[in-house]
T-cell receptor, first 115, second 109 residues
């Protein structure tokens, strides 16, 4: 296992289009997180899954954003009707249950540019 | 609500000089504090956490609850320490960290 993977790595789209990103976590990790990072800022939490259940969503996650993790393995993040303000790096991370093993491992990110 | 402040966007030092990256937080409860690092062209990764009280790559950080700080220190900087460093806070019992905006450390030869 080479770690958390994300696809695509880069996405350029026109305003108003829908985009979908995929995250494959480390195989034994039951928790999966999505973050957004804009230039000059740290990652901002978007949403979090434990297995297939979406347990927490940030107020940053508008109605245009939806995330799924249907079988508790990979996850998708969809943005509908993209806006220029959605341009950012979208990061995925995963972790495993256990007090000493809840370290989050991050993927390389998907950079979205909305024209 | 919790907040993490990293007052310096950029810290530039020469090799062998001491380094201190500042992190202040605001949170009324008992926090868990972390430092994450992102080297050029690499993914974000955990450097250290306050509960471990460990030194990683020569870096240490002490949680000072009186000053609500968690500064990252290294006595002698190396060129390979050049990276973005993010301080993060997590409420006890939560899995979600709040990140600061990051400090870019540049170590000159």
């Amino acid at each position: 296992d080479t770690g958390v993977s994300q696809n695509p790595r880069h996405k350029i789209t026109k305003r108003g289009q829908n985009v979908t990103f995929r995250c494959d976590p480390i195989s034994e990790h039951n928790r999966l997180y999505w973050y957004r990072q804009t230039l000059g800022q740290g990652p901002e939490f978007l949403t979090y899954f434990q297995n297939e259940a979406q347990l927490e969503k940030s107020r940053l996650l508008s109605d245009r954003f939806s995330a799924e993790r249907p079988k508790g393995s990979f996850s998708t993040l969809e943005i509908q009707r993209t806006e220029q303000g959605d341009s950012a790096m979208y990061l995925c991370a995963s972790s495993r249950d256990g007090a000493s093993t809840d370290t989050q491992y991050f993927g390389p990110g998907t950079r979205l540019t909305v024209l | 609500a919790q907040r993490v402040t990293q007052p310096e966007k950029l810290l530039s030092v020469f090799k062998g000089a001491p380094v201190e990256l500042k992190c202040n937080y605001s949170y009324s409860g008992s926090p868990e504090l972390f430092w994450y690092v992102q080297y050029s062209r690499q993914r974000l990764q955990l450097l250290l956490r306050h509960i471990s009280r460990e030194s990683i790559k020569g870096f240490t950080a002490d949680l000072n609850k009186g000053e609500t700080s968690f500064h990252l220190k290294k006595p002698f900087a190396q060129e390979e320490d050049s990276a973005m460093y993010y301080c993060a806070l997590r409420r006890v019992g939560s899995y979600i960290p709040t990140f600061g905006r990051g400090t870019s450390l540049i170590v000159h030869p």
